[in-house]
């Protein structure tokens, strides 16, 4: 099983992005990932993908443009179920780009 | 169960948004499960970080702030009489929203809550039971609305 890791960032850091992290295990196990996620701030961000290594990130708080070249999705549609289907779409076109 | 009964309100007004975000976390300090510094924080939060979401009747928002602010986990929920103007979650909005219903969430421990926050996802994302929680006549029946929802 192809194991994907995504950070999930929000506002606080702590209610959105749990949601949304929650949301994406369930969504990306559905596809067949190993998934794990981490939850941050936007202020966190650099240090989080300095440190870590991700396959995408979900935000649902305006976030820097320098991602350091991870893509980036806004997580709206995900919070508010209208816009599941092509949240989906589009992280796996992502994932299936980097060979995963 | 983190919703709270003294936390559910209904037929409110309020003339701005910060008088609604001070006066609901107000029930909170009082019911001490957070910290005197909450209201400053959800209203600064909201000011950077808005919580407004778009729904289909009506839109709602779910302010909440920093761990920091909050001795223990509980969930309110108020319905307005008048909608009050938030800005959408995401800064992605055009223009502010109309909302009607606020949910505030004080966190202390977030890996802890996954199951209500869960929950509380699948709430938000639930245009029938919002309705029926905006169209209830008193706080108890609000209550009752929101709390199997939000159950293990």
Known sequence: MAEISILSVCGSGVVTSHMVANKLVEMFEDEGYDVTTDECNPSELDGYLTRGSYDFIAYSSPISDDTHGVPAFSAMGLITGLGEDEFKEEALEALHAAGK | ???????????????????????????????GVVKESFPQAIIDREAVYPTGLPASEF?????HC?????????IGAVV?????EFEMMGGMGDGPLS??????????????QVPTL???????????????????DTAEEAFDLIAPALAE
């Open chain 2, 99 to 112: 909302v009607r219903l606020i949910f505030m969430l004080a966190i202390k421990d977030p890996k802890a």
């Open chain 2, 118 to 136: 869960q929950k509380m996802m699948a709430i938000i994302q639930n245009q029938q039971l919002l309705k029926d929680i905006r169209e209830a």
């Open chain 2, 80 to 84: 307005l009489d008048e909608p009050v």
């Open chain 2, 1 to 31: 169960m983190v919703l709270r009964k003294e936390l559910v309100q209904v037929h409110q007004k309020y003339a701005s948004q910060e008088e609604a975000l001070r006066s609901i976390a107000q029930t909170f300090v009082d019911l």
């Open chain 2, 59 to 63: 839109d709602i928002a779910i302010s």
């Open chain 2, 66 to 74: 920093d761990s920091d602010h909050v001795n223990e986990s509980a």
